[in-house]
DNA sequence: TAGGATTTGTGCGTATGTATT
DNA sequence: TAATACATACGCACAAATCCT
């Protein structure tokens, strides 16, 4: 376990004053843990996850691990089979063809429905996500450009006050970002890098003066060239490998 | 148990020859069974749900109970308190004031994304709709009408081939759906049955030529006049009542 | 084909939390 | 304030399903 999971499990108490975390509050870190393990791909696709190993690892029984990986069994990050085990969902271009314009869509509608203004505090974030970007460019590292891609993506569904739509946006966005990770080989991963910081200098640009709903605009406008590189890759990919 | 979950409970086996539901199968029928009972309001808003009654009922142990009752937390149809109880939610129009921008721009999408033709099998279970529908007008009936228009959202949702999409639409659906039944007294039952009526036969002209874009748009316009009127005849039901 | 090893699903007793008396 | 009643959360043992030998 790492020194951020611990952090993330013990925490500090939400709801209760020095209490010990409620049910809803371990299980809400649990589900975090794992699922940030999934979409950094500390746990790769196709792995098992077995209940006995995290109940042992997270001293708990199988009972509340369970209650966490059908949880993300719902939310398409693992497939539970019975008699084999639990493993972790390998998404493909295919899934991606059908989540993308859904995320394009709501990308400008999370500047749209109720816009929350953003705070000096919050443009020191995402600055400072700039300058950890600046930093992987010189030591590349995957789990990093994971963590700053999940990073910024909370800022920017941070500016709609409207729960269910950043709800959905959530649940796409941990559907889908594995697979940026997945096809980083055939990326030029300079490219990714340099068009991840100037997505957020862009957006960090609009919100200076205010401006919501271009966020939604340069975002949406981000996530489709995104979308286009990937499958760009992918077909010279396949094209030098010799497959049709 | 009525007749018709005792159908639903039963059913044919899925994905195995005569080899009795798996546990998959089992879990979903109990689901939306008791899905469909929030959904009517024969589990009206309030009602505490008891894990073991509704084991009892189902013959089987709390465990399999306890699954499904997450999940429709998740959703938003139910509330787990530990010690308390489990019960059903009561969306008010503060949730609706954010999910229903949400639904308008979901609707106009299910006639752009992968839109699926219609077949003459699909535009005749709507005819039946209607049928339905003009039957009602004649003897008001709560669960008959929560039904019906159930049964036509998902026609209507059958249009596009998105899957998340569906996905998405269907949940935000069972989460409002419910309040418009809520609302019937001190709606004008008549202006709802007509406007529904109206809907369908807009939505079949549209199917019967094809156009599926045309499909999103009325679906569209329909939920908007339907939030309209909620919030209009709210207003007017608290004036009355000598409510600022 | 059969049987054992391993996995998730289920049943049930107990621990823990809440409200009431 | 303490005790009681009753709800969900948890842990554990066993059943059912699958794979491999």
Redesign the pocket.
């Known amino acids: 376990m790492s020194f951020l999971d611990a952090a993330l499990i013990e925490g500090q108490p939400e709801a ?1 004053e020095r ?2 975390p ?3 509050e ?2 809400d870190r649990l589900y975090k843990i794992i699922r940030d393990r999934i979409c950094t791909l500390e746990y790769p696709p196709g792995m ?5 190993e995290l ?1 042992a690892e997270f ?9 966490v ?2 949880r993300l069994e719902t939310e398409g990050l693992v497939e ?7 493993i972790v969902t390998d998404p493909d271009l295919d899934t991606l063809a059908q989540v993308y314009p859904l995320r394009l869509e709501l990308a400008a509608l999370l500047g749209k429905l109720s816009p929350q203004p953003r705070t000096g505090a919050d443009l020191d974030r995402i600055r400072a996500l700039v300058q950890r970007c600046d930093a992987l460019a010189f030591a590349p590292d995957q789990q990093e450009f994971a963590r700053l891609n999940m990073a910024f993506f909370f800022e920017v569904t941070a500016i709609s006050g409207n729960q269910p739509l950043r709800e959905i946006s959530e649940r796409l966005y941990f559907q889908t970002s594995r697979i940026v990770l997945r096809l980083l080989p055939v990326l030029n991963l300079g490219e990714e890098i340099a068009s991840f910081r100037s997505e957020m200098l862009d957006v960090l640009k609009a919100m200076e003066i205010g401006d919501l709903e271009a966020v939604g605009h340069i975002r949406r406008a981000h996530i489709s060239m995104s979308f286009t590189r990937m499958v760009l890759h992918s077909r010279q990919a396949r094209e030098r490998s010799g497959r049709p």
Do not use: C, D, F, Y
Not at 80 to 86: D, Q, S
């Open positions: 209760s209490a010990g409620s049910a809803r371990r299980s098992r996850l077995s209940e006995e109940a001293k708990v029984s199988r009972t509340p691990v369970r209650r990986l059908t539970i089979h019975h008699g084999i085990g639990t």
